[in-house]
């Protein structure tokens, strides 16, 4: 089974940005649809948008839209999530998670997930 881990995680305050990173332990990355997800204490768990096999094309959730971006290098095998003008209502713990069976996934069902980055945003 594919393992995925994040990094990249930590505080930051209001306005500021973060990178993540998914790294697979799979030379075969880019044969998976890749998706972050976040969930912040006693909510349930939020897509936060996905990006296909190749990279080529990309979903967002319209509250990360136009301030969060992913992208891959499958040659590294690993998928980032640039996040700018960050809020303090980002605040969670962010998942990625893989999916071999559709060029894009979005929302889910996920094959595989990785343990989770904590990203938290003062105001």
């Known amino acids: 089974q594919v393992q995925l881990v994040e990094s990249g995680g930590g505080l930051v305050q209001a306005g500021g940005s973060l990178s993540l990173s998914c790294a697979a332990s799979t030379r075969t990355f880019s044969s998976y649809a890749v998706g972050w997800f976040r969930q912040a204490p006693k909510k349930e768990r939020e897509f936060v948008g996905a990006i296909s096999k190749n990279g080529g094309s990309t979903y967002y959730v319209p509250s990360v839209k136009g301030r969060f971006t992913i992208s891959r290098d499958n040659a590294k095998n690993t998928v980032y999530l640039q996040m700018n003008s960050l809020k303090p209502e980002d605040t969670a713990v962010y998942y990625c998670?893989?999916?071999?069976?559709?060029?894009?996934?979005?929302?889910?069902?996920?094959?595989?997930w990785g343990q989770g980055t904590q990203v938290t945003v003062s105001s």
């Open positions: 998670a893989a999916d071999p069976s559709r060029e894009m996934v979005v929302r889910g069902p996920y094959y595989c």
